[in-house]
């Protein structure tokens, strides 16, 4: 992908960089738990780093909404929150709506061809694992949609402020996603309207897949044991 979310360095060059892209993976594939303290002597002692690049670290993490931080408390990995996520959705809806129609109206058709393929990829992984993880950016369909949309401030609002968020909750409530062949179909639909070059479609079929993908998400996350932000 051309555009390089904050969340993502592509080259780290510090001992932090590196730090922070293994605190964030670890983060958001559940090796760190939600809700977990940071104990800075241990995670600095584990990573065999300075406290000083650990901090820097966490800093970039909290820029990245994966870590809090309360004065006289410390700082801590975020915690699952129902009224968190359907703020999360709430944006979503709205942004990634708008980001369809434009992507209807901007996308290349040498990168309408590539959305196409990237849904064809993600039915053969249904086919074989009954599930439709996106865990990889680059074959993440809304990723490339959003990107699509070449509206720069809302690729920065999606991919920045929000992008890690989607992410952290996908991976936890979403594994075994039941959902897969349904969403599936609801993402072929975007795509036709996207090669039809309807936008007001496209927008449609986009705020209608993520109102389905939140209430299912919610009734996911309010079923299981979980740790409030």
Known sequence: MAFL???KLQDPVTIADKLF???RRAILEGEIPAGKKISEPELAAAYGVSRGSLREAIGK???????TRKPNIGARIIGFSTEQ???IYQIRE?????AARLAAEN?????VVRLRKILEQHKAEIAQHQIYSQHDVDLDFHFSIIQGSKNKRLIRMLCQDLYDLVRFYRFRIQSGFSRSEQAFQEHNLIVSAIERRDGEMAETLMRHHIRASRDYSCKLLEAMPHSEG
Do not use: F, K, P, S
């Open 21 to 23: 892209i293994d605190l």
């Open 107 to 111: 996308m290349t058709e040498e990168e």
């Open 85 to 87: 996520l359907l703020e």
């Open 94 to 98: 709205a942004a990634e709506g708008m």
């Open 5 to 7: 979310t904050a969340c």
């Open 61 to 67: 993490l909290e820029n990245c909404n994966l870590v």
